[in-house]
């Protein structure tokens, strides 16, 4: 399948799953994004200006042939009698030159190069285009994190205000010191402040998915709360070899070697012979006789036509065919270089990924549970506070540990959802049609602040 012709069915694929709703879902925003956004079109026009070098590559190796045509007229004659306005002479010419390469190992090798260095670009589009999944999964879920915390910190703010207020009432009929109407105060203060740098959060999340698509998307549908929670398939050496095999930017760099070491081929042959075929044709018609009577005669006719071998040995050149070897040699090496350095940085992040991925399975079940025991060790202390065997400072503590669980739990579930896509992106194994399975865990809702 062709490059160009690949995007656009991903793209058709996404626009078949795309269904009329009230919100924004993950599918309809990445589809945007395939179209609009800067990167991958940047990328896109860097990957078809890419192809264009195999031509230019190739071109060295098919026939040449130019053409020329010329029209000749002058005026000969004794000093003193010539004229611009006698141009009694004429010749006309025209001919076809066709030159072939026979035996170019430089350009042979060049183009070879040419062809592996096209297989790097067309790899390191594909990472761009997985790389555009994670920015918009990312960004879409930051949004709906941001929207978590605001609706977090509005709820914090609010009780904090029903304490503070709650706490002066109780202090104005003599049952607490004015102590603890500063410690109420304080806590509604700093939840105050929380909800002002929430707000931000949210417009600052709005944007950042703005600009990947270049369109606003107010509303978003939700991720689902029975969104399933599992630790990541098969063994972590399985995930590594399929990375080793499937990353798009080791593939790449392994590409730029195979292309580089063509280049140093390339780069050796300039110390070869090289045969060309050269083939002419011209036709001439000149009538520049002149008789004795002064009248202009013609000369006739004179066609001409030519086959030639030529064989080209390099000899000295100031040592710039060595120098050019020897940089090629050199780039080779730091080429090879790179590409295992691609290969360890691999490994290490797909082993990473794996164990994030099974570490935020776990995370999520400990850090629900932190919320049920956080909301009994508040309800808890409030009866405490309530009887005099607690104070104020008690009860704000234990009320912001309860936020401090849900904003966790919150961070953790979308945290699993973008580690996930992460992980197979790191495999090389991550398509559009991940995103197309995630939205069915979406709820045809808008997501607010509550």
């Known amino acids: 399948m062709g ?12 626009l078949a799953c795309v269904k009329p709703v009230f919100a924004d879902d993950l599918v309809s925003i990445l589809e945007l994004a395939m179209r609009n956004d800067p990167a991958l079109r940047q990328a896109q026009a860097q990957l ?17 042939v130019s053409a020329n045509l010329s029209e ?58 997985q790389e555009l999944i ?16 605001l609706s977090t910190s509005r709820q914090e703010e609010e009780a904090a205000m029903r304490q503070f207020e709650r706490t002066r009432q109780r202090e104005e009929v003599g049952l607490v010191a004015i102590t603890e109407v500063f410690e109420s105060q304080a806590a509604y203060d700093l939840a105050r402040n929380n909800t002002i740098l929430a707000e931000d959060a949210v417009s600052s999340s709005y944007e950042a998915l703005e600009a990947i698509t270049g369109q606003p998307h107010p509303n978003l549908e939700i991720l689902r709360e029975d969104f399933p929670v599992t630790p990541a398939d098969g063994e ?17 760099a392994n590409y730029s070697v195979e292309a580089q070491a063509r280049t140093v081929q390339a780069r050796r042959s300039e110390h070869l012979p090289t045969i060309g075929l050269q083939s002419s044709y011209s036709n001439t018609d000149s009538n520049t006789g002149q008789g004795a009577d002064g009248s ?48 360890r940085q691999t490994t290490q992040n797909i082993r990473n990924a794996y164990r994030r991925v099974n570490t ?12 049920v025991s956080a909301q009994s060790a508040l309800n808890a202390i409030e009866a405490g506070y309530e009887v005099g065997t607690r104070n104020i400072v008690d009860v704000v503590q234990a009320r912001q540990q309860l936020f401090v669980a849900l904003r966790n739990y919150s961070d953790a579930r979308y945290n699993y959802v973008v580690d996930t896509l992460q992980l197979k992106r790191t495999a090389g194994v991550l398509t559009p049609q ?17």
């Open 3 to 14: 490059r160009i012709t690949r995007t656009i069915v991903l793209a058709a694929g996404l």
């Open 134 to 149: 994670i920015r918009v999964a990312s960004a879409y879920f930051n949004v709906l994190r941001a929207i978590d915390d």
């Open 48 to 64: 078809n200006s890419g192809q264009e070098q195999v031509r230019l590559a190739r071109a060295s190796l098919l026939p040449q």
């Open 236 to 252: 972590m050496e399985s995930w590594v070899q399929e990375a080793l095999n499937s990353n798009p930017q080791l593939l790449a």
């Open 434 to 450: 991940d995103i197309i399975d995630l939205n069915e865990w979406l709820a045809d809702q808008p997501a607010t602040a509550q």
């Open 72 to 129: 000749q007229r002058q005026s000969t004659g004794p000093e003193g009698t010539i004229s611009f306005s006698d141009l009694n002479a004429n010749t006309r010419r025209y001919g076809v030159n066709i030159q072939q390469s026979l035996l170019n190992m430089t350009s042979w090798y060049s183009y070879q190069g040419a062809k592996e260095a096209d297989q790097a670009r067309f790899y390191n589009f594909a990472a761009q285009e």
């Open 360 to 371: 935020d399975a776990l995370v999520i079940a400990q850090r629900q549970q932190a919320i």
């Open 296 to 343: 202009v005669r013609s000369t006739g006719v004179i066609e001409g036509f030519s086959v030639a071998v030529q064989v080209s040995i390099p000899l000295y050149s100031g040592h710039a065919v060595t120098a050019r070897r020897s940089q090629a040699e050199y780039d080779l090496i730091a080429q090879q270089e790179q590409a295992s350095l691609i290969r």
